[in-house]
């Protein structure tokens, strides 16, 4: 069955890095678009980037651009986030996506989410 497993988030501090990662099985990771969203508490989910399935595209929500990189692996059948110049406002339960096809998509066409990995920044 598909399996979303996310990893790497924590506390860091403002300006600091997190890497997240998104290990991905129980299907064809090379041909689907990919996503992170993350939910602050007390708020809405919120769509962070996305990719395509072979990684050509790239799409950032406004508050990820310029701080936060999305990329695939597709030999290691993994995603990551690399999030830099973290604020305190990033804080939030960060989740992998898997689209239901190449693209990058909205909410309505994801059909598999992971289980989540908080991140915090604070001093």
């Known amino acids: 069955q598909v399996q979303l497993v996310e990893s790497g988030g924590g506390l860091a501090q403002p300006g600091g890095s997190l890497r997240l990662s998104c290990a991905a099985s129980?299907?064809?990771?090379?041909?689907?678009?990919m996503s992170w969203a993350r939910q602050a508490p007390g708020k809405g989910l919120e769509w962070v980037s996305g990719?395509?399935?072979?990684?050509?595209?790239?799409a950032y929500a406004d508050s990820a651009k310029g701080r936060f990189t999305i990329s695939r692996d597709n030999v290691k059948n993994t995603l990551y986030l690399q999030m830099n110049s973290l604020k305190p406002e990033d804080t939030a339960l960060y989740y992998c996506a898997k689209v239901h096809g190449p693209f990058i998509g909205y909410f309505f066409e994801y059909d598999y989410w992971g289980q989540g990995t908080q991140v915090t920044v604070s001093a």
């Open positions: 990719i395509y399935s072979d990684g050509s595209v790239t």
């Open positions: 129980g299907f064809t990771f090379s041909n689907y678009g």
